[in-house]
């Protein structure tokens, strides 16, 4: 079967630039403004930054081309896809585990990104009652502190969030994605721009860049190495079939390269915006910048309470956050919801509630391992802290590994060749990043992670 007359039974984006848009609206989450910056200030921040951005460069972006390109080939849920592209391929059927093991990393990672997600719901209310007005830095920790540690509280919020998520995948790709995120992802830019000025108005906001961009490489150990490359996966939403299945959904005619460029760009973009709104604001407070994942919650609303309209501007900000984890909490159940669509017959809504109910379930350990939980450790992490290392640090890299490796080195060239479209040179910087630079990375990380090789 040629490529060609391929399409996917669940639909087209309706241009290229809705593709784009939707992958954006994927990667571009809490990731970039929630976790970005409380890694960033765990791991000491300039050179866990430089790290992260090389992670970008040499292995997010010749994976995510990768990536996109098996999808747009397969044209199928990733689990279908990788099954056609490894009988294509002459190679064994066992590919299309790669599949499945995305499916899994996307209910794990959406049964505590939903609860994260439910905090930031939380505070759209929090902020439009005018709670935060004149707030300081430990009454901001207080009103955190009270939400998390109270199950019913997060439970409502949780539920509400996954009941949203469902309901737009329910609804398939081009109804429920695409129309949401094409006005709300610019808006959500625009709104940190105008946060990014405020930061500067602290007094501290060269320090809170020189903590961003300065990097002190003493600070820097193996872990947050894997750290730092693992993030550049979760941000891109690279490795567990999310933008694969996005990619089974695009036009033939777009340019995979550009395309991932272009995603790969504004997500950075975001991330470096969100650090520089928050870090100004905790050298200002007297914060600590390696709080954890309370980060945001504990300053954001700080400045929300000092500033000029804070009541509105923060409202707008904490809904418009919502809807960015929104648009990227859909993408990591569509590869499951297409494959039970594809095998099963089931029709769209009743997969996309069933798989909705399992990760809600799954969820409900993240919540608690903020209260109740919180003393159940694992290798001295909680039950989110374990589900977050597993997801990002182990099963992200370890699925874009093989995607790449397939890419790389087992698909045919002139298949890669044809579905990248590219200039000759344009194609052999790909080849290069994905069958060297970007498995020897991702190999090297992991192995000086677990100790086996010593980096410095
Ligand atoms: N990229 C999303 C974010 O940064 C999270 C995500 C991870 C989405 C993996 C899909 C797949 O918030």
Not at 325 to 346: F, K, Q, R
């Amino acid at each position: 079967m040629s490529s060609e007359i391929r399409t996917s039974i669940h639909g087209q984006w309706s241009s290229r630039m809705m593709f784009v848009m939707a992958a954006t609206g994927s990667a571009v989450g809490l990731g970039n403004i929630w976790k970005f910056p409380y890694i960033t200030g765990e791991n000491g921040g300039g050179a866990f930054v430089l790290v992260y951005l090389l992670c970008i460069a040499a292995i997010g972006v010749p994976i995510m081309m990768s990536e996109i390109m098996l999808g747009r080939r397969g044209r199928q849920s990733p689990i279908n896809t990788m099954a056609t592209l490894a009988a294509e391929a002459g190679r064994p059927k066992i590919w299309s585990m790669l599949g499945w093991f995305g499916v899994i990393a996307g209910f794990l990672i959406l049964s505590y990104y939903s609860v994260i997600a439910g905090w930031a719901l939380s505070y759209v209310f929090r902020t439009a009652s005018g709670m935060f007005e004149g707030v300081t830095a430990d009454g901001a920790n207080s009103i955190f502190t009270a939400l998390v540690s109270d199950p019913e509280k997060l439970l409502a919020w949780h539920t509400l969030f996954m009941i949203a998520t469902t309901f737009v995948v329910a609804r398939g790709v081009k109804h429920g994605l695409e129309k949401a995120v094409s006005y709300l992802m610019p808006m959500l830019f625009a709104l940190l721009i105008v946060l990014v000025f405020y930061s500067m108005t602290t007094g501290h906001f060269m320090q809170g860049a020189s903590f961003l961009f300065s990097p002190d490489f003493s600070k820097l150990t193996a872990q947050s190495v894997l750290t730092a490359m693992g993030h550049a996966f979760f941000t891109l939403s690279l490795g567990m079939g999310a933008i694969m299945v996005y990619g089974s959904y695009l036009p033939q005619d777009t340019s995979i390269a550009k395309a991932s460029i272009l995603i790969a760009l504004a997500d950075t973009v975001v991330a470096l915006l969100a650090g520089l709104v928050i870090f100004p604001i905790v050298f200002a407070n007297s914060l600590e910048p390696g709080a954890g994942p309370g980060l945001i919650f504990q300053t954001l609303p700080i400045a929300f309470g000092q500033m000029e309209a804070g009541v509105l501007i923060g409202t707008l900000f904490f809904i418009l956050l919502v809807f960015a984890a929104w648009t990227s909490s859909i993408s990591l159940i569509e590869p499951a919801v297409a494959w039970l669509v594809e095998n099963h017959g089931m029709n769209r809504i009743y997969a996309s509630v069933f798989v909705g109910m399992i990760t809600w379930f799954v969820g409900l350990g993240s919540m608690l391992s903020f209260n109740v939980w919180s003393e159940h450790r694992l290798f001295g992490l909680n039950f989110f802290d374990l589900l977050d290392y597993l997801t990002a640090n182990i099963m992200l890299p370890l699925g874009g590994l093989f995607i790449v490796i397939f890419a790389g080195w087992l698909m045919k060239t002139e298949a890669s060749k044809n579905e990248l479209n590219t200039t000759k040179s344009g194609y052999n910087v790909w080849l290069i990043l994905s069958r060297y630079v970007a498995p020897v990375a991702v190999m090297v990380v992991f192995l000086s992670a677990i100790g086996v090789i010593k980096l410095s």
